[in-house]
């Protein structure tokens, strides 16, 4: 990860890479499809609900993080480039209560064979302050986790519902 604090043209980019045990297809249909995505996305406790998903340039996702709490965040944005099954381009925004978003930033995932399964290289580019960097940094690991377990289960054959 690229450190915000020293980072001498102030960028702020948070770089997470994985590797699971899935084949790139699987791995990015977990990002592209609706009821693959709500399995997993969001940190732990908290339940993903999609309202628009659609993977493709120009279009648009959205989607409603629901905490513990039963507190809604809700994030949105547009697909900027889709090309299956190795790279997902599309901008992140949170909707605030105002009505407005907070500043948008740009998520780049590329997904490449390894080793049988797949490295998945996340970055999420274009926070305005190092909070947001690391609030995000720690929401995506423990998405990615729970990806991880949501893959498992999909590469056995098991329906994960």
């Not at 996702?61 to 513990?68: D, E, N, S, T, V």
């Not at 080793?115 to 423990?142: I, K, P, Y």
Request: hydrophobic share 30%; aromatic share 10%; charged share 25%.
């Amino acid at each position: 990860m690229t450190n915000p604090e020293t980072d001498p043209d102030h960028t702020r980019d948070l770089v997470i890479v994985r590797r699971f045990d899935a084949p790139c297809d699987l791995v990015f249909r977990a990002w592209t499809d609706p009821e693959a995505m709500a399995q997993w996305c969001g940190p732990h406790g908290f339940k993903a609900v999609g309202d628009r998903l659609e993977a493709w340039p120009g279009g648009r996702h959205r989607a409603c993080l629901i905490a513990p709490d039963g507190e809604e965040h809700w994030v949105g944005g547009k697909y900027l480039e889709v090309e299956p099954p190795h790279r997902l381009v599309f901008t992140h925004a949170w909707e605030r209560g105002t009505g407005e978003t907070s500043p948008e930033t740009i998520v780049t995932i590329t997904f490449r064979e390894s080793d049988g399964g797949t490295e998945m290289t996340f970055r999420q580019s274009g926070f305005e302050s190092a909070s947001s960097l690391e609030g995000h940094e720690a929401g995506w690991s423990q998405s990615f986790e729970r990806l991880s377990l949501f893959l498992r289960t999909e590469s056995k054959g098991t329906n994960h519902a």
